[in-house]
């Protein structure tokens, strides 16, 4: 079954695009000043379309850092004042959808582990409802194409047409280098379901470590997808999630010069 939903290629919400959508930011803002100073050094290439952060962090168990919460908010609209960026971050229940719409974000992504959760989708959905926000959606924890697919039905079916699929990888089940694992053959399906759907890529949270998301970003443009959600730091020795997965904006740069992007399946 092929489902033609009413979502609008990535073109029609964001016209200045000309190149691969890229999204960067730190994992988690720490501060105004990490935020602001990352942003700007990102905002330097114009290759980064959308800054992300994370102001709500989902962590696995207790006690790790779990975000600096709404004043984090303010920081995007900082960022996006001074740099001209779009900002987006993760909502993960209504509370955040409704804060996040109110501080005039332009992108939300609902995480990994709420896509897991068609109540929690159904509850984002219904306060995205109406709006012209961009839904990006993380794929499930597990590799379950049709979980995924709903999610992107419930928020399309809320009126939503500006909606973006992420692949950031699966829980593992075997031994694998990466923290976790891509499966490229469920994207190919959730593209053969909804053919008219943007898929990206989060090589970030795929990878784990910076070593590899040279391999993953390449092979994610091979496939056709649509861009990148890279995750960012200006100095990912001291950040407070996922340190070994950043990159500087300098090296993110660099990596995006060693790419090559094909367009044919864009
Ligand atoms: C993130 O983007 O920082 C994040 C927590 O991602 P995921 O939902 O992919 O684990
Ligand atoms: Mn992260």
């Known amino acids: 079954m092929t489902l033609k939903l009413e979502i609008n290629p990535i073109k029609e919400w964001l016209p200045h695009i000309?190149?691969?959508?890229?999204?960067?930011?730190?994992?988690?803002l720490e501060s105004e000043e990490q935020a602001l100073e990352t942003a700007k050094l990102l905002a330097q290439d114009k290759r980064v379309f959308i800054y992300r952060g994370g102001v709500w962090k989902p962590r696995t168990r207790p006690g790790s850092f779990e975000g600096v919460g709404s004043i984090g908010l303010k920081w995007l609209q900082t960022v996006k004042k001074e740099t001209g960026l779009p900002v987006g971050t993760e909502v993960a229940n209504a509370q955040h959808t409704e804060e996040a719409l109110n501080a005039g974000l332009d992108v939300l992504w609902i995480g990994a582990r709420s896509t897991a959760s068609p109540f929690?989708?159904?509850?984002?959905?219904?306060?995205?409802?109406g709006t012209d926000a961009v839904i990006m959606i993380k794929n499930p924890v597990n590799p379950d194409v049709q979980l995924w697919m709903g999610a992107v039905e419930r928020i399309n079916q809320a009126g939503i047409k500006n909606i973006v699929a992420i692949h950031r990888g699966f829980t593992p089940f075997r031994e694998t280098k990466y923290r976790n694992y891509p499966n490229w053959k469920t994207v190919i399906e959730l593209k053969r379901l909804l053919p008219n759907l943007p898929i990206i890529c989060d090589p970030s949270h795929i990878a784990?470590?910076?070593?590899?998301?040279?391999?993953?970003?390449?092979?994610?443009?091979d496939m056709g997808m649509e861009g990148l959600m890279i995750e960012s730091h200006r100095d990912p020795s001291c950040a407070m999630s996922d340190a070994a997965q950043q990159l500087t904006p300098a090296d993110l740069g660099k990596l995006l010069d060693k790419l090559v992007i094909r367009h044919e399946n864009a």
């Open 18 to 28: 000309d190149n691969p959508l890229l999204v960067s930011g730190p994992c988690s």
């Open 208 to 221: 784990g470590k910076r070593e590899y998301l040279y391999e993953i970003s390449q092979k994610a443009f």
């Open 120 to 129: 929690v989708v159904q509850e984002i959905a219904d306060v995205v409802k």
